[in-house]
């Protein structure tokens, strides 16, 4: 039996209440199962999944886990982590477009891939990137300040073309430029045809024809035509982007550098990893400063404070403490991963339960970062929860916006750079404002997005 939850507490504490699916108690019937995850994972969850460590469901004699108890997540992510390999459903979504990218590939092949990859993501590359992410933030603020006061926008479109155009300029430098609608298009289309089919839902083998993988690759072949003159290019010289790093990036045990196919497969990754997370994280930072004044005017003090009025630096953000704290607890509320999954290579105990080989265990970062036991005020936005100096910081294993252990985001620290300089950049300049009457309605997919879009208006603060 299900019925429907109102969960007011939070506007007892008189806080308004974020946007959620409502919640529901006990198991959706199968048919309506499949279709609610085909359409919002999230909506899936039971009431039970906020309070308890473990859930299990059956489908087609398939074992379903959803884990939120943070030393088991430990186990699954990171003690035992050889154990579980990634989700059939992940790898059968995207591995059509990606390939053998670092986020699908597994074993030796992923080990391989992630010991060449890791030095281009170091420290050093944000000082290099950082200016180019300012460059791009003020030039949309530029153009926002010629939006008159009543205009009404939609943010979220905003934030993914900025992060796609940041994304593009980070991997290709300047000759990105001129096809950045085209890029757009592509990417835009093939995540709009990756979405999980029953077949995909429940195992079924991979050599069953699935048509919409079918349009997905064909979506990206336009992307591939973009990418590859851009990929030739670079067979001489560092154009001093993320493209040069990959090609001249050698493993320092073997010497061995990537194949021009796996070139390609890590800018694929690269770009539909890294820009449509860090544009919803963005997105549902404007939404809940938005919704709370209070925190607003703190972020806009802090900003003022330490920035005057100039444009972000990299070496701002450690003086920007409070964007951070406000950026943390935006990625618990509306994580922009809100499911990771794995699967069993053999049989395990989780909590006392036995896990028999092949079952699919999912770590749910949306229920995980809303856990009655784990968070006091769940469903509230509290940013100063996050503030090192005052509060005890959770569990690690009960916040993992990036997941955790060896698979845990490449691109964690640019995503966070990134966000906090967008963050800096327009937040000195704009206040948005919600347009009343305008449902907010968060959708996992693969991604955590709001359906339709957040509209917006602007109020420039100078
Ligand atoms: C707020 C922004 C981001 C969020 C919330 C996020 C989240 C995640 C999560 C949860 C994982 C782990 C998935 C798993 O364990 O199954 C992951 C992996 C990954 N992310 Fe991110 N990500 C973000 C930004 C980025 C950026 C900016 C890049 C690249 C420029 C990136 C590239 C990757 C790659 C390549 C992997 C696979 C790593 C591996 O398996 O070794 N991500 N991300």
């Known amino acids: 039996?299900?019925?429907?939850?109102?969960?007011?507490?939070?506007?007892?504490?008189?806080?308004?209440?974020?946007?959620?699916?409502?919640?529901f108690r006990g198991q959706l019937p199968f048919f309506r199962y499949v279709r609610t995850v085909r359409e919002n994972t999230i909506a899936s969850l039971p009431a039970e999944a906020f309070e308890e460590d473990i859930l299990e469901r059956r489908m087609l004699g398939q074992r379903i886990f959803s884990v939120c108890e943070p030393e088991a997540l430990k186990h699954i992510l990171l003690d035992n982590a050889e154990n579980y390999e990634k989700g059939p459903l992940l790898?059968?979504?995207?591995?059509?477009?990606?390939?053998?990218g670092l986020l699908t590939s597994e074993g030796a092949e992923w080990r391989r891939q992630r010991r060449l990859m890791a030095p281009v993501f170091q420290h050093k590359m944000l000082r290099r990137f950082a200016p180019q992410i300012v460059e791009a933030a003020e030039s949309l603020a530029d153009r926002w300040q010629s939006r008159s006061a009543h205009e009404a926008f939609d943010v979220n479109g905003e934030m993914m073309r900025l992060a796609l155009i940041i994304i593009a300029r980070l991997m290709f430098s300047a000759d990105y430029?001129?096809?950045?609608?085209?890029?757009e298009r592509s990417v835009g289309q093939y995540q709009r045809l990756i979405r999980p089919r029953l077949m995909d839902l429940v195992g079924l083998p991979d050599w069953i024809p699935r048509?919409?993988?079918w349009r997905a690759r064909r979506a990206l072949a336009e992307f591939d035509a973009l990418v590859?003159?851009?990929?030739?290019?670079?067979?001489?010289?560092?154009?001093?982007?993320?493209?040069?790093?990959?090609?001249?990036?050698?493993?320092?045990?073997?010497?061995?550098q990537l194949s021009p196919r796996e070139v390609r497969d890590q800018v694929v990754t690269i770009f539909l990893a890294g820009h449509e997370t860090t544009a919803q994280a963005l997105s549902w930072t404007w939404y809940l400063l938005a919704l709370h004044p209070v925190e607003e005017a703190r972020f806009h003090a802090e900003l003022d404070r330490v920035l005057g009025g100039r444009?972000?630096?990299?070496?701002?953000?450690?003086?920007?403490p409070f964007t951070r704290m406000v950026l943390e607890e935006a990625l618990r509320l509306y994580p922009p991963a809100p499911t990771i999954s794995r699967r069993a290579l053999a049989a395990d105990r989780l909590l006392g339960r036995d896990i028999p080989r092949g079952s699919v265990v999912f770590v749910v970062p949306w229920a995980l970062h809303r856990h009655q036991k784990l968070w006091a005020e769940p469903d509230a936005f509290v940013p100063d929860r996050f503030d090192r100096e005052r509060a005890a910081m959770p569990h690690r294993f009960a916040y993992l916006p990036f997941g955790a252990g060896p698979r845990i985001c490449i691109g964690a620290s640019l995503a966070m750079t990134e966000a906090m300089l967008v963050l800096a950049a327009i937040g000195q300049r704009f206040r948005?404002?919600?347009?009343?009457?305008?449902?907010?309605?968060?959708?996992?997919?693969?991604?955590?997005?709001?359906?339709?879009?957040i509209r917006v208006t602007l109020e420039p603060r100078r």
């Not at 109102?6 to 409502?22: F, H, I, K, Q």
């Not at 670079?234 to 045990?253: H, I, M, N, P, Q």
């Not at 444009?311 to 920007?320: E, K, T």
């Not at 404002?433 to 359906?451: D, K, M, S, W, Y």
């Open 1 to 23: 039996m299900t019925d429907a939850i109102d969960d007011r507490r939070s506007a007892a504490a008189g806080r308004p209440v974020l946007a959620a699916p409502p919640r």
């Open 91 to 100: 790898r059968q979504l995207l591995e059509p477009g990606l390939g053998r």
């Open 177 to 183: 430029q001129e096809r950045a609608g085209d890029v």
């Open 211 to 213: 048509f919409n993988r």
């Open 228 to 256: 590859r003159p851009l990929l030739e290019r670079e067979r001489g010289g560092d154009a001093g982007d993320l493209l040069s790093l990959l090609v001249a990036a050698r493993d320092e045990e073997t010497g061995e």
């Open 311 to 320: 444009a972000p630096r990299l070496g701002d953000l450690a003086d920007l």
């Open 432 to 453: 948005l404002r919600l347009v009343p009457g305008h449902p907010i309605e968060p959708v996992g997919l693969i991604t955590l997005r709001p359906r339709g879009g």
